[in-house]
């Protein structure tokens, strides 16, 4: 099956520094990715939509400066968490889609586990 | 605005016993519904959906029916299993893919553990 990988998993940072998470489509061309958001005992939260090669859509609320995304080839999306902060800690979770699949074909990857100290 | 609500957990049970998540849903117009399941240390995984009202989702011996009238899409299952252990969450799509871009929206989600 579509199997969609994250790395890395866990990750812990000193504030100000800048985090970069990477989210692969190991075995399909995906060529839309979501990154959603989760607090502890919240709902996952859509933060952006990207598309291989074209700039990443973002929800509103959601700083495109400091998440940056970068969808540069089919199989590959990166997050990157500028200047993190505290407040920035949570579980990041990306999705990749099937080139041409509705909403059911979204598979997700394990997530990301973001500290900032 | 969009938004769905299922039941608190954890929720333990014993094997073989009879399982019910709730779950209900604001939404403007017609949305499709999904259960998603997150087994440890794994990402999520569509376990069911149903995209019209009285459609009937089911896998795995999970089912769950769209309730127009209840704005509900609770999920059952006869009998569970140890390895039924996991994260269940109820999701939303209000759009085409197309329109919008494949927008889910998450329920809280339940943990399930299921004891020997």
């Known amino acids: 099956g579509a199997v969609v990988s994250q790395h890395p998993s866990r990750v812990i940072c000193k504030s100000g520094t800048s985090v970069k998470i990477e989210c692969r489509s190991l075995?399909?061309?995906?060529?839309?990715m979501f990154w959603y958001r989760q607090f502890p005992k919240q709902s996952l939260m859509l933060m952006a939509t990207?598309?291989?090669?074209?700039?990443?859509?973002?929800e509103q609320g959601v700083e495109k400066d400091k998440f940056l995304i970068n969808h540069a080839s089919l199989t590959l999306s990166t997050l990157t968490v500028t200047s993190a902060h505290p407040e920035d800690s949570s579980f990041y979770i990306c999705?990749?889609?099937?080139?041409?699949?509705?909403?059911?074909?979204?598979?997700f990857g394990p997530g990301t586990r973001l500290t900032v100290l | 605005g969009n938004s769905v609500t299922q039941m608190e957990g954890p929720v333990t049970l014993s094997e073989e016993a009879f399982l019910t998540i709730n779950c209900t849903y604001t939404?403007?117009?017609?949305?499709?519904l999904f259960w998603y399941v997150q087994y440890p240390g794994e990402g999520l995984q569509l376990l069911l959906k149903?995209?019209?009202?009285?459609d009937k989702g089911s896998n795995k011996g999970f089912e769950a029916t769209y309730r127009k009238e209840t704005t509900s899409f609770h999920l059952e299952k006869g009998s569970v299993q140890v390895s039924d252990s996991a994260v269940y969450f109820c999701?939303?799509?209000?759009?085409?893919?197309?329109?919008?871009?494949?927008?889910?929206?998450f329920g809280k989600g339940t943990k399930l553990s299921v004891k020997p």
């Open positions: 999705s990749a889609s099937l080139a041409g699949g509705g909403t059911d074909t979204q598979y």
């Open positions: 075995d399909f061309q995906a060529t839309t």
């Open positions: 990207s598309n291989e090669g074209s700039k990443a859509t973002y």
């Open positions: 939404a403007t117009g017609y949305p499709s």
């Open positions: 149903a995209t019209k009202a009285d």
């Open positions: 999701a939303l799509s209000a759009g085409d893919y197309g329109g919008s871009q494949g927008n889910l929206i």
